[in-house]
């Protein structure tokens, strides 16, 4: 498997701007997570899905910030406007139960960095 | 509200000794701990993890010990090598890590000089 795919690697937009990030999860994984990372506030979680369906959306910033999972291979995540207290690595992450390590994994994409000018 | 807290930003350390790595969180409904670490421009990578019921988790030059009565976990590295300069982040879930739903802290971002 090629683990989770995020686009795009780098995305330089203007203030007011529309920016969608995707993300395919790795096949198989229920789960989907989508977290941003800032200096100040380190890895924070956006938004998770279980089996499609977004489970909790708390940490979603404002109703700039929308994100679907319309199938099990693939994931959006939506700022509309942006601004540039929105730039910070973007990343998607999936996982599933495993009895082995008894408990859910994650594993993550090499990430989104969005600069918002 | 910073529930997952790593308050040394940064550690330096000299190749082969070892290397402490901290992390306080304050729910205590956190029942599931992990060590994730990350390599510039590449995302977090699991390392290890440990459940509440246990006081220590240990692979290979990694050892994660948890304190429950202060709330407290650390990351040992025995011994440290230069591959090891990363960040490290600590996570913590509610739900024992069946989700997967973790929070995480700011990280450490560990240099081992040679």
């Known amino acids: 498997d090629a683990g989770v795919i995020q686009s795009p690697r780098h995305e330089v937009t203007e203030m007011g701007q529309e920016v969608t990030l995707r993300c395919k999860p790795i096949s198989g994984h229920d789960y989907l997570f989508w977290y941003r990372q800032t200096m100040m506030r380190g890895l924070e979680l956006l938004i998770y899905?279980?089996?499609?369906?977004?489970?909790?959306d708390s940490g979603m910033p404002e109703d700039r910030f929308s994100a679907k999972m319309p199938n099990a291979s693939f994931s959006t995540l939506k700022i509309q406007p942006s601004e540039p207290r929105d730039s910070a690595v973007y990343f998607c992450?999936?996982?599933?139960?495993?009895?082995?390590?008894?408990?859910?994994?994650?594993?993550f994409g090499a990430g989104s960095r969005l600069t918002v000018l | 509200d910073q529930q997952v807290k790593q308050n040394s930003p940064s550690l330096s350390v000299q190749e082969g000794r070892i290397s402490i790595l901290n992390c306080d969180y304050t729910n205590s409904m956190f029942d599931y701990f992990l060590w994730y670490k990350k390599y510039p421009a590449e995302g977090p990578t699991f390392l290890i993890s440990i459940s509440s019921i246990k006081d220590k988790n240990e692979d290979g030059r990694f050892t994660v010990f948890l304190n429950k009565s202060a709330k407290h976990l650390s990351l040992h590295i025995v011994p440290s090598q230069p591959g090891d300069s990363a960040v490290y982040f600590c996570a913590a879930s509610p739900f024992g890590g069946n989700t997967g739903k973790l929070i995480f802290g700011q990280g450490t971002t560990l240099q081992v000089k040679p």
């Open positions: 899905f279980n089996n499609n369906v977004p489970i909790d």
């Open positions: 992450a999936s996982s599933s139960y495993a009895e082995s390590s008894g408990a859910n994994v994650l594993t």
